[in-house]
């Protein structure tokens, strides 16, 4: 039941950071996301690993999507905290996909190839829908690369959010799994 639970409400922060941010009304949205994923951490099996997992991938997401940013492919909505790295309501989506790596999402652990080819259709898909709906633009025609670059960036991803997430586990936790 917290898979179901997890899936719905990283669903239900991503609907709600992505119109928040087209709208530009998005600190309801990241607030509430936040309490979410602070209430995940505590309920982990051990918080302190989950935590370094969530800040390991939003570092990438940063990373990642600044750079897209950066090199003109895409415009997000709501430039807080500054002009040159990714909003901050994409950073909470990164801690979303986080709280799901343990959880909704584990049945992915140690299918590598499913992981990549999963990553590089759904990553694009999301960035395309989260445009569709207003929160972001493509720069400058750039769309099919953009998809593109976002569909290796997502390729990578998977598999190293998992590994990261299989070594957030506890040892005695990990036998279980």
């Given at each position: 039941m917290a898979k179901f639970w997890n899936f719905v409400l990283f669903q239900a922060g991503w609907f709600a950071c992505v119109l928040g941010a087209a709208h530009h009304q998005v600190l309801w949205p990241v607030i509430g996301t936040l309490a979410y994923v602070a209430f995940h951490v505590w309920r982990s099996q051990s918080p302190?690993?989950?935590l370094s997992l969530l800040l390991k991938v939003l570092s990438y997401g940063i990373l990642t999507d600044s750079l897209l940013m950066y090199l003109g492919f895409l415009d997000f909505k709501g430039a807080w905290p500054s002009?040159?790295?990714?909003?901050?309501w994409m950073w909470v989506?990164?801690?979303?996909?986080?709280?799901?790596l343990n959880s909704s999402l584990s049945w992915l652990k140690g299918k590598l190839f499913l992981g990549v080819v999963l990553g590089a259709i759904s990553g694009p898909l999301s960035y395309e829908a989260g445009i569709r709906l207003g929160a972001a633009n493509w720069d400058s025609g750039s769309q099919i690369l953009g998809l593109g670059l976002i569909s290796v960036v997502w390729a990578i991803a998977m598999p190293l959010l998992f590994y990261w997430a299989r070594t957030s586990i506890k040892p005695s936790l990990a036998k279980n799994l």
């Open positions: 302190k690993l989950e002009p040159y790295v990714s909003p901050v989506l990164w801690l979303l996909v986080a709280t799901t």
